[in-house]
């Protein structure tokens, strides 16, 4: 059995092309959303990421403006440069492209962004509503691993879902979402770390799998049930050069029932999600007005 291949590229395409129509109505009321993102500092990386999500602000119609600020700049001085986008009604939207340098507190940068304007849903207090199932915004990445399942046919109510990763922007999160009493949800969750004994034991029984650690292929075929769905969220750098995921691709889909490949995976449904979030944050404000 040859898993089938969750296209996360055209997916988000259908998912660009909603959010485009809903922008091309918001301008029939001559509202334009905006989307702010501020880099700190020369990370190549990131840079790559604030340009895919610039060029696909673009292409859906959505204002966006680029914050570039030198790696020594101080907290209080990016602290600052949210409140004046805070205060900027062009911006529906704001984002920090992580990672920020390790003198400013993503903490406090993400408590500082509007929970109005906070479409990466990582202020605290977002996060606190997301966890209550009252969502302002969902977390991009989350979000779009949910709607991948869903427009891929894929049940997650009373699946055994496990995710393999703790971390703040996707594991735990996802861990959350998955497990609440929602149409889109309702699964048995098992989160995975560091200090999980015998991992394996626990991704053999999953019908879901989430590989979200950030180490490259550590998810083996051995580890997988056959016919699960694998969700790769890994974005590792391979030796030769490009780009591989935390699960074993060759090996595992030999296994699996359906698997997301690394690159044209997870990767589109997040910015995809992103611009969502955006124009969702530009419907609500010009519904205040």
């Known amino acids: 059995m040859t898993a089938r291949i969750i296209d996360g590229k055209a997916i988000a395409a259908q998912v660009r092309a909603e959010v485009a129509e809903r922008v091309g109505a918001l301008a029939e009321r001559g509202v334009r959303p905006g989307l702010a993102a501020i880099l700190v500092g020369d990370h190549p990386a990131s840079k790559v990421y604030v340009g895919m999500k610039q060029k696909a602000c673009e292409e859906a119609g959505i204002y966006s403006e680029r914050i570039d600020l030198p790696a020594d700049v101080s907290e209080e001085e990016v602290l600052a440069e949210i409140e004046r986008l805070n205060k900027d009604p062009r911006i529906s939207g704001i984002i920090v492209q992580l990672p920020v340098p390790d003198h400013i507190s993503e903490f406090a940068v993400q408590r500082a962004i509007s929970t109005e304007k906070d479409v990466d849903g990582l202020n605290p207090t ?30 997650i109510e009373g699946q055994d879902v496990c995710i393999v990763g703790r971390g703040d922007l996707v594991g735990m999160p996802l861990a959350i979402m998955l497990a609440q009493r929602h149409e889109r949800a309702n699964a048995t969750v098992t989160l995975c770390h560091t200090r999980t004994r015998d991992i394996a034991s626990h991704t053999r029984r999953a019908d879901i799998l989430v590989a979200a650690a950030g180490k490259a292929e550590m998810i083996t ?69």
């Open 126 to 155: 977002n996060v606190g509503f997301m966890s209550r199932g009252h969502p302002v915004f969902l977390p991009a990445t989350p979000y779009g691993i949910v709607e991948l399942l869903v427009r891929s046919g894929i049940p």
């Open 221 to 289: 075929a051995d580890m997988v049930k056959p016919g699960a769905t694998v969700i790769d969220v890994g974005t590792n750098r391979a030796p030769g050069g490009g780009l591989i995921g935390d699960v074993h691709f060759e090996g595992v889909k030999e296994v699996a029932g359906a698997i997301t490949p690394v690159p044209g995976g997870v990767g589109p449904m997040t910015v995809a999600m992103l611009l969502v979030n955006t124009v969702t944050a530009a419907e609500r404000q010009a519904a205040q007005r």
